[in-house]
């Protein structure tokens, strides 16, 4: 079976029976409990190598055969991992080097998992375990999928990895005239007479200051962690390259441009795991669904495709410092939030609560008890239902023509920069931004400055602090050709190094937005300014610039010494519209800001007013309706009214 | 004089006449203001190696002859002090590897105290000191007690310890299997091939999620902690066996397992340092006094005899953020319910402040002034005074038939668990449980899970999460012969190992106790549920289990989903009782709770409704009656009224 | 030019041209902004190194020669520095010991500045760029000042260091007996048996606890940085003795005793950045003004007339959480008040903002647009043209006879005692009797106890918790001979070694102040006491001492135990009087206290009360009225009203 052609939604979760090898009981009640749970595949071997290759160079397989054998004879598809994200123990042993050096230049004895060094005998090791899978497995009937590695992250600072970085930096520069320019490195006598001086950065005992450096080393090891996989990727394939390969992401800073990864990858899958319930006593589950929204939107825009839902807890997590209870209903509304926002599967991490280890008590689809008489079976069992129910909506997606720039080179130089204000809040001004338009009900892609902008009505881009050569130019050409572009504050200051550019920003786009910034004021977390729009008042809060404007001034500050200063700006380019917020803003402003762009811009969106903490989203045609508060709430869709009770879903 | 045959209770002072070696006029003054103090006892030598032993091999006693010969002849006893709390810094210069190496593994250099390595060298330099000192001293007539090392801490990771450590784990698993599987090792692929990969743990560089090998590790560094006071105690007894033998405890999380260690000890004392005056604003001199009658507790209970306070301060501490002057009154309030609770002594650290060192504001008896004109050395003379008015006292204790089990081991499983909810309170639920008790004025033991059940009426089990084998059992028997017994959630989850159980907890008693927990729900410090128990309302905090339960339901959670299931069950077993409390819950409950229990399980009090703040404790058949507030407070016992003032106390 | 010829104020910035040397028309457009900005000095080549001496042996100069002979033409004085701040990537690369070692004995690697080992080679390297330089430019007419270093700091515990810390230990205690003696090492075994053993201080791994080894390894680090710094004066004074030179103090607690090292000096010169509109909630911008304020006063009193003000940010910093831009008019403002405070210059960092490094957005004259069309090029140009209007003013001071004494090796000494309350708020409590006196709008010198006592008719010591040998003597004789003295709880308690005097203290001050200190209660933050003076009711703070006093009770205690007994005390003593405050206090009564004391005293003040917010300052004769509130502020002085709006400054 190809996964592509697979009809029905993807409903599984890790199993790790290599846990359970002494237990054949244990294992046969799975397969019974599964089928039962109606999962349809599971993801096998993230963590088996200390069971594949006991010792070095000798490997036991067979227990694994038996496993995927059973498995698929009793209908249920193998998503087989390589198991590089934790390594034997005597591999470190033998190989010290194995293990990553950290910043401070002190290198990892083993324990815990990801921390390893990706340049030298681990990699030749990890080649040589994922062909004795790939070669022994490629071909079986039950494997759908390659899972690489896992959750991979972790940045080396060995005497090797320096080398490999001057080397990429001899690459990029070619000379070390050129990097000494490119770095501005005259500032505090750092400029380096040869490669050999460049040391990777380190806040506690080295470099912490020279920011170019930083974002260079970072592109680094994102590309030392993107050709690791890839060559995982390659050696699977050699062996079968019709079986699809994934890798599961999970956290934007995790060190790995994921937009850049995805070119390698044939499918995307992601790690889904909301606060729900756990937040603070101001993040309500209306927040905690923003956000993984908005990863959901970031995954299905990576290969403008579904996406698969590659882990979630099907009950208490085990993660935060206070782990509630999945509240009854919450998680097949979680579920189908997936669901609606392009998933083409609902899978979890784990199957079956090992006894010992670090996540032993990470909820489960079978606990301890190894029971089916739990409320989380029972919920699991549910959602495998509903999954069969709605397989039409397997593979498909919805209509969206909105975008929002999230990109990660931007994202890694912002959030270096200490100057202005230390915490930039950059991930949440891009949610705030997200979360109006979500509450506008339209759709919107999460994409990098270097997508294609063609297919849009409208951008927005948040703080896009720094602009690499031809960006101006793409923002300007999508203008002229008629789409419309919100920019704010903090934009189009500083080049792809961070160096910062000589003229008022935004750099190269003052005649596009009539807009020059002079200067910026921080405001404090407590502090805010107030800026009049449409005749209301909102919040300015964060940063405020001052700039000096010849466009349309359609929001001017309301306080303090810059009162009647432009605050938000439009102008008329080309065939679309120029927008600029010179400050963050509240919640409000947001909504009614983006509710008046996107109605200029004719963003597809769901025709209703925003009805608090219900999230609205389409797939195929089909809406959904999703209500994330425990409260009723009404929405009216063409003239019906539909009532939900808390936590509850309609798919229309 | 024989210990155990002195009429009177000890009152004296840590003195460390090394520091004034050149000053005899000092020496001399000590003397006189010793004995207006009342003072028969001081500690020797406790930090006197450097003077004892100031090149390697050279040994320098005269000194000390002296000094003991003095005080004899003044009618001052002598504890001595084995000196291996702090070394001199030729040691360490000479011999590198004493100093302890850290979990970072980063050997320390010389500085503080208490940071050495058990394992080398260091050892066998303190059995020669010892043996010096034991040779010289031990059949002196002033010597009533040897006081090995001092408040001893600190775990080593050098390679030395690593193999002591390997060995230890050979000795208890016999082969690396079987290790595997009691560590359940798969997991995140921890699987060993070989002992020699076993690394201690180590949080910022190596392991720190396989939570077995820590609590082996744990388990490992207290018992070479153990072995080595044993090899000091060994060492003196070789000289005279006479002598009895002590260490001052002063810490629950020192890393030793007091319960195991007390074995060695002829005597127990304890360094008892309260934060009188010195809380946070919501802290009283009630909850201080809690904690202090707690450890009192604790130590009485460890050889079910009186223990020694060898240090307490008798006037500002140093140690704390902000260090208050003890209020009038107060120095002999907390002497006397040091006594209450089972002290034969009043000791102090120190008898006068050095000039110099760490310490030199903690409070002395004498001051750098030198004088007898201070509050603080007429409030440590009145305490002498009485401490002779009461001496019939010395040597007994009170009646006792209930226990709360705070077992080291569990302690140390439950605390190193991450999940469910970071902070585990543990210690905070133990005294709240013990609070219960005391304000209904119950005496009660401090028990380890091996201690003798059948001297009990009724024990609580406030999480016991980690059950070794056999503990289930003894609990049922407990209960069968007619025991009362409070276990909570978080009990019977794991193994001694922190491997969970396969069954819904609390393992092999869900039919005694007829409670199966299927899910826990945690909550944040600022949350909280309700409980309905004989028709009052309480608060349920911290965590709340939704259990199953075949027992007499006798409290309701009030709101939330799980509203209307059980939170406090009872049910009859054999000739007992099994109660279960799902959740933790407020003082006033508990307060309620324990009243109806101790009342129907017999268990031994003084017929008093609490009196707020006011301490109540029975020594051989004399009630103490302790005012830890500022105001006036009264008690009324046999129809007699007893009146206390603030900081009052009363011994009837 | 001589620099103490000129008649103009100083007004330039640091200008770092080697950032821009293949930007010519730049380089050309600076001349031009600088002469518009009323610019006539820059500080040059702080850290240039790098482009000084690219390779090891090999300089280049030449771009400097033309820089500054194109400054020069143009009528624009240079302040020429020593790049030892900063080093070249090539010298670390080689010489891998010139990097700092740290306390927990690990080298750093090359990154950031000043983090260097000042023993070894990198002092040989300075000495032969600082030749090179000396030998080029010492003569050029340009040349007005040496700039020696920057903002210096780093304290090294490399071996080198460490043997050198030996020695200096050796020079001063000649034995180790002597040593451990002064040390009172005995305690916790700490004595050292030969010179070899000891090491310096360290938190992490080592000795934390023995405070006369820090003490005296801060004493020695201030020797070693002082010799540094000498070792550069003497060069580049070899090449013309007559031009002066100055390092850019910054910080208090920085490593160096900058009195010790003032003698060193020609000029004094400061770096100030006090938090305008950045502080918190409570701060105000009086206080930021107050602390700005002392340390000029701090600075002026170091050599007893004018210093520099060498560094200022023009607009918004870039070192703060949250950095607020310059409100309009605190430009002008903050520049007057270095100038009312003594100050010869105002000086900014930097001239122009690079597009790179760490400090690329901090506030410069001309920003990355590169233009004069800014509010704060316009701000720098005004403060330019006011500097020449009060030319008349430059050399001068005001007059001053009262001092508080801020000892930096009191404040180390105090500052690393742990008992009694941890944090000792000493910077605080010093500020607070500082900003009384400014609020009497008395004028105040901020001395060490070595300074020249005889000048002063009022003298403050605020916790002058450590006397070394003759200072109680020139104390009682300063009082004797008619002088006003304040001293305040935690006074004369330890000698300069922080080892106890063993009296009450003060010590060999009791007969003078009448006044003996049995106890020290300390307050935690949010804790008061309360204290009657002259009638009012004012808080006490932080400190209560229990004082027997024969002096006059000018206050009492109001509450606690300890009600009704001296809290201020007043003796007459020879000619003069002694003041003794066991506690402190809040503002209120600082103000009045010093009211009261500076009348009696016959302190020079200016005869208004004190109007809110509203500095006023001597020099010269001139008054200097400085509203730092944002509203309007009436001063009466000799029957006129002057109005000063919000950050209005007037000079009279």
Known sequence: MKLEEMKCFLHGADYNPDQWLDRPAILKEDIRLMKKAG?????????AWSTYEPNEGVFNFKWLDNIIDTLYKNGIYVILSTPSSAIPPWLSK???????????????????????????????????????????????????????????YGNCHCQTCQQKFREWLKQKYRTIDNLNKQYWSAFWSHGYSDWDEIESPSASIGE??????????????????????????????????????????????????????SDKLDVISWDSYPRWHCGTDKTTEWDNAVRAAFDFDYCRTLKQKPFYLMESVPSVPSQFEV??????????????????????????????????????????????????????????????????????LKGTTG???????????????????????????????????YEALLKNYASVDI?????????????????????????????????????????????????????????????????????????????????????????????????????????????????DFYAGKAAVTKKQYGKGAAYYLACHTDDEFLHDFYHNVISEAGVYKIDVDYVQDVMIKERNGHIFLMNFSTEQRSVHIDDKKYTLDGYDYLIL
């Open 39 to 47: 999962v349809n595949v599971v993801s096998l071997g993230i963590f």
């Open 208 to 261: 912490s200051t020279l920011s170019p450096l930083a974002v260079d080393y970072n592109r680094f090891y994102s590309d030392v962690s993107i050709d690791f996989l890839n060559m995982e990727i390659n050696t699977v394939k050699e062996y079968n390259s019709d079986i699809p390969v994934t890798t599961n992401m999970f956290h934007h800073n995790c060190g790995i441009n994921y937009q850049k990864l």
């Open 399 to 433: 209509k969206c023509n909105a975008a929002i720039i999230f990109d990660w080179e931007n994202m890694r130089v912002l959030e270096g920069e200490v100057a202005l204000k230390r915490n930039k809040n950059f991930h949440e001004i891009i949610y705030k931004h």
């Open 447 to 559: 994409i990098s400055v270097d997508d294609d902008f063609s297919r849009y009505k409208m951008i927005a881009a948040p703080s896009l602090y720094s602009l690499k050569p031809g960006i101006s130019d793409k923002i300007r050409e999508f203008i002229e050709n008629g789409g419309h572009f919100v920019l704010t504050y903090n934009s189009g200051i500083v080049n792809e190094n961070d160096i910062a550019f000589e003229c008022f920003p935004p750099y190269s786009l003052n005649d596009v937005f009539g807009v020059e910034c002079e200067e910026t004021d921080a405001l404090a977390a407590d502090d805010y300014n107030e800026i009049v729009y449409a005749g209301k008042i909102y919040k300015a809060l964060d940063f405020c610039e001052l700039i000096h404007t010849s466009a349309e001034v359609v929001g001017e500050y309301a306080t």
């Open 94 to 152: 033998k190989y010290p080097e194995v293990m990553l050096t950290k910043a401070d230049r002190v290198r990892r004895i083993h324990g815990d998992r990801s921390f390893f060094c990706k340049s030298g005998i681990y990699r030749k090791k990890v080649e040589i375990i994922d062909r004795q899978l790939a070669e022994r497995y490629a071909r079986h009937p039950a494997l759908i999928m390659w899972h690489i590695s896992n959750e991979m």
């Open 323 to 392: 782990c509630k209870l999945k509240r009854p209903k919450m998680h097949m509304l979680s579920a189908m939030q997936a669901v609606a926002f392009g998933s083409n599967s609902v899978q979890y991490f784990q199957w079956r609560k090992g006894r010992g280890g670090y996540e032993k008590f990470h909820g489960a689809v079978v606990g301890h008890d190894g029971t089916e008489n739990t409320r989380v079976f029972n919920d699991v069992k549910e959602v495998g239902k509903k999954l069969t129910d709605i397989s039409e």
